[in-house]
């Protein structure tokens, strides 16, 4: 059965729901442009096919380049500049939202991790997640998301 997903901005002007079936699709990235545009150890990031996905609220873009290929353009809450979702011109019909802008973060578990060499010393990853050292391969990326939603 499909559960209603809430969440938004820390100003609560901008906020998103979306209707989910089986567990969140949440991975997370240690890349150093990650590092960069959340000022974090890593992005915490949700996978949300973008028909289900409802906005609500005003929001300001921003469009950078990403070196794995293609255009990512994140929305930001033009009041307290939180990042609430981005899509990624080579995934058409995905939609990431982070995992912290959920209204229950606790909803969001990774099953993986990528650009692990960039990881920082001090975070210990559970043995039995698939890891990739860099950007995985779109089609094993898939595979394990499927899997992840058949448990
Ligand atoms: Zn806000
Ligand atoms: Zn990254």
Redesign the pocket.
């Known amino acids: 059965m499909a559960s209603e997903i809430t969440g938004g901005?820390?100003?609560?002007?901008?906020r998103y729901r979306f209707e989910q079936d089986g567990p969140l699709l949440n991975y997370c990235c240690h890349c150093l442009d990650c590092q960069k545009s959340t000022g974090s150890a890593f992005a915490d990031q949700v996978v949300v096919m973008i028909d289900v996905l409802r906005v609500e609220g005003r929001s300001v873009t921003s469009s950078l380049p990403r070196p794995s290929g293609g255009l990512t353009t994140a929305h930001f809450?033009p009041?307290?500049f939180?990042r609430v979702h981005s899509i990624n011109s080579e995934r058409p019909g995905m939609a990431i939202v982070r995992g912290g802008s959920l209204d229950d973060p606790m909803l969001a578990e990774p099953f993986t991790h990528m650009w692990v060499k960039r990881k920082r010393r001090w975070i210990v990853l559970p043995d039995h997640l698939p890891v990739f050292e860099e950007t995985p391969d779109a089609a094993e990326f898939m595979r394990l998301a499927v899997a992840h939603r058949q448990r």
């Open positions: 901005c820390r100003c609560g002007q901008l809450c009041d307290c939180s």
